[in-house]
């Protein structure tokens, strides 16, 4: 076991608003690691999607949170000027937050019951990047 | 003093919506630690609450970002499909976040003169949890 | 080479709302550290500002979110109690964080390729301080 490990995992979505539960794979990493007590550090090197603990037992609870997202910050303004057109999908990244860290402790990440890890496409379907990295400690 | 330090609190909220100042606790867990240099982190294994650090000392300005808060997210869209009618304080957790670190130095936890930490109810009253784990470093 | 080091930087902002791109800043102080495996922990003592990453190639990105952030929460609501008459900037301060934690591999942060870490004021203008501790691990 060394004291760091990093590794990045992709993630293809398939629609252009999605949370996709990535907590398996984030456990896996995990588990790969070695490490039973320290920190997992998750970082997106995309602008227009997020990263978040949410309920992961029901569905629509996701698609609702979207669904809400989506009134309060879509569609463009007719003042936005970005030429691109998805600056709803960016605002959505820095309100989500594109970094999330866990605490793992007995070679485990801590989830509540029905919590799980989440990567929030907002400006899919698009090949997504998580870079994760496991600290001992 | 161990290199890894991990505790949960309780905290019971008495309201729908409500911030609970958890600093002192936090701090308390700190020094029980031994940990002069180095990080705390805290996470809640819930889906309808938040940590955010804010303004401790007139506490208008909690009152004044759960109102706002709420006129943003709730009540429920007529579209919301998660049968628990909860689906806004879902949302207020995933856009305020369940995670928070802070920076320990001196044994003290790193704050601004008119800064707390806080618990954010969004689906009260209940009984809460807070993880708290403290590395050195 | 420690196995922590901290270090506070000023900010000078110069407009009410405005990103202000700190990139270089952080780091040149990851580099002054002589860490190259570790993380970066970012923290403002303030409760009217933020830390996120988000765009940095086109500014009108930035411009876009503080727009909107501004539709959904400003100005201030009748019903708002602190007196101060900030309580938007207070808002948008716990939904864009005042926290951010970065990754550093091979002594250096790890962004995507149109990814910056910015500072983001929502009361200016103003001095601002950002803490930065960078551990090596």
Redesign the interface.
């Known amino acids: 076991m060394n004291?760091?490990f990093?590794r990045t995992i992709s993630v293809k979505t398939d629609s252009r608003k999605q949370f996709v539960d990535i907590s398996d794979f984030v456990q896996a990493e995990v588990t790969n690691s070695g490490v039973r007590?320290?920190?997992c550090?998750l970082?997106?090197?995309?602008?227009t999607a997020g990263l978040?603990?949410?309920?992961n037992w029901?569905p629509?609870?996701s698609?609702?949170?979207l669904?809400?997202?989506d009134?309060?910050?879509a569609p463009?303004?007719p003042?936005?000027?970005?030429?691109?057109g998805n600056?709803?999908a960016?605002?959505q990244?820095?309100?989500?937050?594109?970094?999330?860290?866990?605490?793992i402790?007995d070679g485990q990440i801590?989830?509540?019951?029905?919590?799980g890890i989440f990567l929030?496409e907002f400006d899919g379907p698009r090949e997504r990047h998580v870079?994760i990295?496991i600290?001992?400690?």
Chains 1, 2, 3 share one sequence.
């Open positions: 004291s760091s990093l007590s320290g920190i550090l970082f997106l090197p995309h602008t978040t603990l949410n309920e029901d629509c609870v698609s609702d949170i669904l809400t997202l009134r309060q910050t463009p303004h003042e936005h000027r970005h030429q691109e600056s709803p960016h605002i990244s820095s309100l989500v937050g594109a970094t999330l860290f866990l605490i402790e801590l989830l509540g019951p029905w919590q929030t870079t990295k600290m001992a400690g």
